[in-house]
């Protein structure tokens, strides 16, 4: 069953999920305790939490790479079973091939596929105009910058149409001028088709400027979802407009008055590592 933009089933629905894994020891570790977790079709969906809390394990379960240990996740309201043939997963490394130029990464998505070579390499110089690279197409990964390399990691995932897309921490290791680049041009493509999005991040200033809902988990081991906010910011959004906003601010404090002591406790369970 495939949901439609604006369905009333959820794009992802994880119903009290549960990860634990195995130790070399013989024991085991919860990751992440009874959690249930529903992303509508066209929702914006950003999860933030301390280090090691679970966020990439979740976004993992959605993607079918971690099969729950108990619980249930469900994509357009059927069953997942194995890997999420309708999700794009960009990850905060990157994925990119040396060896290809900008243009056969991105191409290379649909040419798997079994779309003709041809073909293929015209839509991946479309998909490169749109982010700003139709005159880099010929270059390859170690001469693109870093922000250049993440947009054809993004426009690589997105040139396949998937219905669902998941983020883990994809613009982490930019500077905070490139994120914020990044940023609006990532709310600018899903603008044009509201597909749904699970974007997991550290950055709780992020999560608010891009998402239209902010879920908070706590400090693992049995880590769980202790806070859920609705963001009501207008859209279209430019990040560097919007943090200005005091409703923005008014946001932020509301939802860091919870996170904080979470990071607190998992930076004490750390060791301050």
């Given at each position: 069953?495939q949901?439609?933009?604006?369905?009333?089933?959820?794009?992802?629905?994880?119903?009290?999920?549960?990860?634990?894994?195995?130790?070399?020891?013989?024991?085991?570790?919860?990751?992440?305790?009874?959690?249930?977790?529903?992303?509508?079709?066209?929702?914006?969906?950003a999860?933030?939490?301390?280090?090691g809390?679970?966020?990439?394990?979740?976004?993992?379960?959605?993607?079918?790479?971690?099969?729950?240990?108990?619980?249930?996740?469900?994509?357009?309201?059927?069953?997942?079973?194995?890997?999420?043939?309708q999700?794009?997963?960009?990850?905060?490394?990157?994925?990119?091939?040396?060896?290809?130029?900008?243009?056969?990464?991105?191409?290379i998505?649909?040419?798997?596929?079994?779309?003709?070579?041809?073909?293929?390499?015209?839509?991946?110089?479309?998909?490169?105009?749109?982010?700003?690279?139709?005159?880099?197409?010929?270059?390859?990964?170690?001469?693109?910058?870093?922000?250049?390399?993440?947009?054809?990691?993004?426009?690589?995932?997105?040139?396949?149409?998937?219905?669902?897309?998941?983020?883990?921490?994809?613009?982490?290791?930019?500077?905070?001028?490139?994120?914020?680049?990044?940023?609006?041009?990532?709310?600018?493509?899903?603008?044009?088709?509201?597909?749904?999005?699970?974007?997991?991040?550290?950055?709780?200033?992020?999560?608010?400027?891009?998402?239209?809902?902010v879920?908070?988990?706590?400090?693992?081991?049995?880590?769980?979802?202790?806070?859920?906010?609705?963001?009501?910011?207008?859209?279209?959004?430019?990040?560097?407009?919007?943090?200005?906003?005091?409703?923005?601010?008014?946001?932020?404090?509301?939802?860091?008055?919870?996170?904080?002591?979470?990071?607190?406790?998992?930076?004490?369970?750390?060791?301050?590592?």
């Open positions: 069953m949901g439609t933009a604006g369905s009333a089933v959820p794009a992802v629905a994880l119903s009290q999920v549960a990860i634990s894994f195995r130790l070399a020891d013989g024991g085991s570790y919860a990751a992440v305790d009874r959690t249930s977790l529903a992303v509508a079709d066209g929702e914006f969906v999860i933030v939490g301390p280090t809390c679970g966020k990439s394990t979740l976004l993992n379960v959605a993607a079918g790479l971690i099969a729950p240990s108990s619980g249930r996740v469900e994509v357009f309201g059927a069953p997942l079973a194995g890997l999420n043939r999700a794009g997963y960009l990850f905060q490394a990157e994925a990119l091939f040396p060896w290809k130029t900008a243009l056969e990464n991105v191409a998505g649909l040419e798997t596929a079994g779309v003709g070579r041809a073909l293929a390499r015209e839509r991946a110089r479309a998909w490169l105009d749109r982010v700003g690279l139709a005159e880099f197409g010929a270059r390859y990964p170690h001469m693109l910058s870093g922000g250049q390399r993440k947009r054809v990691g993004l426009v690589q995932v997105l040139i396949r149409d998937p219905k669902i897309l998941l983020m883990d921490e994809p613009f982490g290791p930019l500077d905070a001028q490139t994120r914020q680049i990044m940023g609006n041009l990532l709310l600018d493509l899903w603008n044009a088709d509201r597909k749904a999005v699970l974007f997991v991040t550290h950055d709780l200033e992020e999560a608010i400027a891009l998402s239209d809902r879920v908070i988990m706590s400090a693992g081991p049995a880590a769980r979802i202790i806070g859920n906010w609705k963001v009501a910011l207008p859209r279209p959004r430019d990040i560097a407009e919007v943090k200005i906003e005091a409703a923005f601010h008014d946001l932020h404090r509301e939802i860091w008055a919870t996170l904080k002591a979470e990071v607190l406790r998992g930076y004490a369970q750390t060791g301050g590592g």
